[in-house]
């Protein structure tokens, strides 16, 4: 198993350019998710989602868009690219059952973006 | 109010040693996960323990363990035996489940652990 793969590893933008973070994990998780990691601190959550089809937004969304289509793909959509953006973004996946083990997330090797 | 907090920006501990990295949490809830991660300088987000609010027992994964404390909101990692590879940032997160269903992490700001020779 890859687990989940990130693509691309870097990229620089220029301010209002748009571009896709492409993320895919093969472990037949159904919660995936979106974070961004500024300098210095802790991931803060953009967007989720609990399965194909069901996405809803983390703590800061803004300038974000996503989709999920299948169980595998997760696609995190920045449209106009400002500096504020400029961070690492990582993608992870968990699997939830009810009464079932821990939902542990499993992260992707990250994207770090620089928007100029 | 800080729903994860870590108070140690830094710490040094050498080679062999244990170590213990603090982290305190904030929820009304009564059933949450606490989980702790690595990062190493490469940048990659290392999963390393878990525990449940329920669990009665300490979780233990080979050199990491975790002291909960639940009275007290506490959540503190223990590294024994440190190796320079544990060299890393050490981030402490909590899984609330939100009447939204959302189940995702609230992170720490992070401990910068550096084992020296």
């Known amino acids: 198993n890859a687990g989940v793969t990130q693509t691309p590893k870097f990229r620089i933008l220029k301010i209002g350019q748009s571009m896709t973070l492409q993320c895919t994990q093969d472990m037949n998780h159904n919660y995936m998710y979106w974070y961004r990691q500024d300098p210095g601190m802790g991931l803060k959550l953009i967007y989720y989602s609990v399965g194909a089809g069901i996405t809803d937004k983390g703590e800061v969304p803004n300038g974000y868009n996503v989709s999920r289509s299948t169980t595998e793909d997760f696609p995190l959509r920045l449209e106009l690219a400002a500096p504020s953006q400029t961070s690492v973004y990582f993608c992870a996946s968990s699997y939830f059952a009810s009464g079932g083990t821990p939902d542990t997330q499993y992260f992707g090797p990250g994207t770090r973006l620089t928007v100029l | 109010a800080q729903k994860i907090t870590q108070t140690q920006p830094g710490m040094f501990v050498q080679e062999k040693e244990a170590v213990t990295l603090d982290c305190t949490y904030d929820?009304?809830?009564?059933?949450?996960?606490l989980f702790w991660y690595k990062q190493p300088s490469s940048g990659e987000m290392i999963f390393l323990i878990y525990?449940?609010?329920?669990?009665?027992q300490n979780a233990t994964e080979g050199r990491y363990s975790l002291n909960f404390q639940k009275a007290r909101k506490s959540a503190n990692l223990v590294i024994s035996a440190s190796q320079l590879g544990d060299s890393a940032m050490y981030f402490c997160a909590m899984r609330e489940v939100l009447l939204t269903g959302r189940r995702a992490l609230t992170f720490g700001s992070g401990t910068r652990l550096q084992v020296q020779p």
């Open positions: 525990q449940g609010s329920y669990d009665e």
């Open positions: 929820t009304s809830d009564q059933s949450y996960g």
